[in-house]
């Protein structure tokens, strides 16, 4: 049975108990296949999962964007359940930000471009979170999904400042049969924005098939995504992006491994996706 707890107390007493290691899957929520795929492998890991399902308000920029995150906490309880989860945290937000709460975590450069330029403080809010689930839940691993490339990027970058001694596992992300990243936001998209969808992952793979003939110049590579976006017309482009894969500084040429990363608005709704460009990987 999947325990569901709400305060950091019954989770600490929770957690004294149970079998080491500890696998911590944080969510959003509204889960989907993707998630099911980090609680499997965390299933796996470790001898304890535990799933947190808190919609983060300090992370979205935008209120409404906040407000219309979409939540569903009996049927995700279900799929935590089915998934043989042993406990979930979904905390109201004053159990995480008790009154009082007066810190933040700020992550530098590797935070700053890319979605922490196109969303002001996102970085910020993330970093403080999941710094709080891991000193709560003192996990081993914690599994987070390819799909938020920089997102990991940024938790690695934390934890390993903080000397925050969970390690920080990335998954590959979870498609639909068309190529589209599954995403709690692809809920939003209109029948014609969801039949656009897919052009982010072409925009990706066309990139890639140039990157995989030996095109090393990063501006053809982003011009090959761009002109792939432009195939539909309801998509409006906010960036895209071929950047140093250790750093994120967008690049002239290639010489190491590299990510190619591009957001999109399809109507209200932004979706991101990425590849990352290094010998030895499959596209993801
Ligand atoms: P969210 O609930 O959107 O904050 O996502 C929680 C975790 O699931 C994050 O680590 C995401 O990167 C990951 N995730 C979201 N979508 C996918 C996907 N399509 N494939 C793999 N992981 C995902």
Redesign the pocket.
Known sequence: MTRVLRTRAELREALAGAPEPVGL??????L?E??R??MRRARQENATTVVTIFVNPRQFNVASDYTRYPRNEERDLAIAQAEGVDIVWAPPVEEVYPPGFDTAVLVGAVARPLEGAARPGHFDGVATVVAILFGIVGARRA??????AQ?VMVIRQMARDLAIGTEVVA?????EQDGL????RNVHLTPDERAAAPVLRRALLAARARWDDGERDAERLRGAMVETLAEEPLVEVEYVSVADGVTLRELDILDGPALASLAVRLGATRLIDNEILDPGTRPG
């Open positions: 899957v944080p969510t959003m929520g509204w989907h993707g998630h795929a980090l599994y987070f999904g390819q799909k938020d997102q998954c590959p992300t979870v498609r990243a599954l995403s709690s």
